[in-house]
């Protein structure tokens, strides 16, 4: 087949009793949530709440906000960002407005952690005075989730290439950080070595060091929570309030057990797991993890035992045949376990080529009259283009097929719905390619633009990549960043 271009249509969504709608902000404000009826349904989300006085005060006024409505005054502008009905209207159950119980951490003790001249030593202290809270809440029977609302320096300090304005305590050479890396104490000082095992990234660290307590997390800067939209030169810009308000309302209802929306096209029996890689600090070990995505919308982690091997002359990472069977062995029994419903159809969605021996691997273990398929998908930047007349861009959904096996998908671009294209940049296709197995490119396009839209961690009409790869880097962060950590939950919502 030559070249053809076809334009896919906005994927539908459900909503409660079965309700359709492209956007999920129409289908929340109309309908309700998919998971109205369901047990799971939080009808009276219970959180608690881990921060400083100050955060403490900001989140108790964000939170009578969100069971109130909120639009932003130029009409013009509400096609793109779509006014806030209320948490109770959109998602079918009042918030708390009080959290069933407070951890306050000291202020100033925080700050001055964060302001170690060691990037792990800051880190980890920092996570350890939002842990003790973990450590009190898990006594707790009515806990859903936690929030945390972090001060802006000790967000900005506490990532892995912060520079701290005034740092306290002495500089440690890098022979100094290897020896303690690899465990040896020291005579005149005494530390954690476990601190220079873990991600120097504030966020990461924290969702990695909590997810023993099975309290699944929300983590806010205070400037996020702010609901004055006159901003002084200097300060962080944001969206709207009315964005806002959707974006952490569906946040916090899909980590509270609730189930915002589903993919209409979903197919019964049909999962997608994306396979994430990352290397080591050392640049010499690698890990891979794997983020499994059902019809339903749920999702599951898994982190690899084997170790994958990385070439740096193609930059590409590998499983041997055995490793890629205990891989998806290891998923297909954590989903067993959660789920159990017969497969029928696998598809793998990876950044790198697939291997042969990978995919034999892969196949044996495949379970019995299921086929597996494998997929490359990642985002072309500097690929080929497709531009059409006037001031926008190509339309969201566009497919540029270039044969039988392969072709380029706009997941973003123009979007009808919203009248206009919210981006910054011109849009970069995702490249597609079929490399094992039997499907039609045209329904792995359909499923990767509809897989687009499963991001529960924010209200949006559609994102420019599939859940299966934009989260790859987001659990690869969290569980490959901090190898030490041994106690996972299988559960998406503890990683977003």
């Known amino acids: 087949m030559g070249d053809r271009v076809l334009l896919i249509d906005e994927p539908m969504l459900q909503f409660c009793d ?4 492209a956007d ?7 309908f309700g949530p998919f998971g109205t009826h369901s047990a799971a349904h939080p009808r009276s989300p219970a959180y608690v709440m881990l921060s400083t006085t100050c955060g403490i005060d900001l989140f108790a006024r964000w939170a009578a906000a969100m069971n109130q409505a909120h639009a932003i005054e130029e009409p013009a502008k509400q096609r793109l960002w779509p006014p806030y009905p209320g948490f109770e209207i959109a998602f079918g159950s009042k918030w708390n407005e009080r959290p069933a119980w407070t951890f306050t951490i000291d202020r100033d003790a925080l700050i001055l952690a964060s302001r170690m001249r060691d990037p792990h ?12 809270g973990f450590k009190q809440a898990r006594k707790l029977d009515s806990t859903v989730v936690a929030i945390c609302v972090v001060p802006e320096e000790v967000w900005s300090n506490c990532r892995p290439e912060s520079q701290v304005a005034s740092p306290i305590g002495r500089r440690l050479s890098q022979t100094q950080k290897r020896s303690r890396r690899l465990g040896q104490s020291e005579l005149f000082e005494e530390f954690d070595p476990e601190q220079y095992q873990l991600s120097p990234d504030f966020r990461r660290q924290l969702k990695a060091r909590t997810m023993k307590y099975d309290i699944p997390l929300q983590i806010f800067r205070e400037s996020t929570l702010a609901l004055a939209e006159n901003y002084e030169f200097g300060q962080r810009r944001l969206t709207p309030i009315s964005d806002r308000m959707w974006n952490i309302g569906t946040a916090l209802y899909y980590k509270c057990g609730g189930k915002p929306w589903r993919l209409d096209s979903a197919r019964e029996g049909v999962c997608y797991i994306g396979i994430a890689f990352r290397l080591g600090r050392d640049s010499e070990t690698a890990c891979c993890a794997a983020q499994m995505f059902l019809d339903s919308g749920d999702g599951i982690v898994f982190l690899a035992e084997d170790q994958p091997f990385y070439s740096p002359e193609t930059k590409q990472f590998h499983l041997s045949k055995s490793a890629a069977k205990h891989l998806l062995s290891g998923v297909l029994e954590t989903y067993k376990a959660l789920d159990g419903r017969p497969l029928t159809e696998i598809f793998l969605h990876y950044r790198s080529t697939i291997s042969e021996e990978e995919f034999k691997g892969y196949e044996s273990a495949c379970p019995p009259n299921a086929k597996i398929v ?3 998908v990642r985002k072309d930047r500097f690929g080929p283009r497709l531009f059409r007349l006037g001031r926008m861009p190509v339309l969201r959904g566009t497919f540029w097929q270039t044969g039988n096996a392969a072709g380029y998908l706009y997941g973003s671009g123009f979007k009808p719905r919203v009248a206009t294209y919210d981006g910054w940049e011109i849009p970069s296709p995702l490249s597609i390619d079929l490399q094992h197995g039997a499907a039609a490119i045209e329904t792995i396009a359909r499923d990767i633009l509809g897989l687009t839209k499963l991001n529960y961690n924010a209200c949006r009409l559609g994102e420019s990549q599939p859940v299966t790869i934009k989260f790859s880097d987001a659990v690869g962060e969290i569980l490959i960043s901090n190898p030490t950590i041994r106690e996972h939950r299988p559960n998406f919502k503890f990683y977003i």
Do not use: K, N, S
């Open 24 to 30: 999920p902000h129409d289908g929340l404000a109309l």
């Open 374 to 376: 494998g997929v490359r």
């Open 121 to 132: 030593e800051r880190c980890f202290a920092v996570v350890d005075m939002f842990l003790e």
């Open 18 to 21: 079965g309700q359709r709608a």
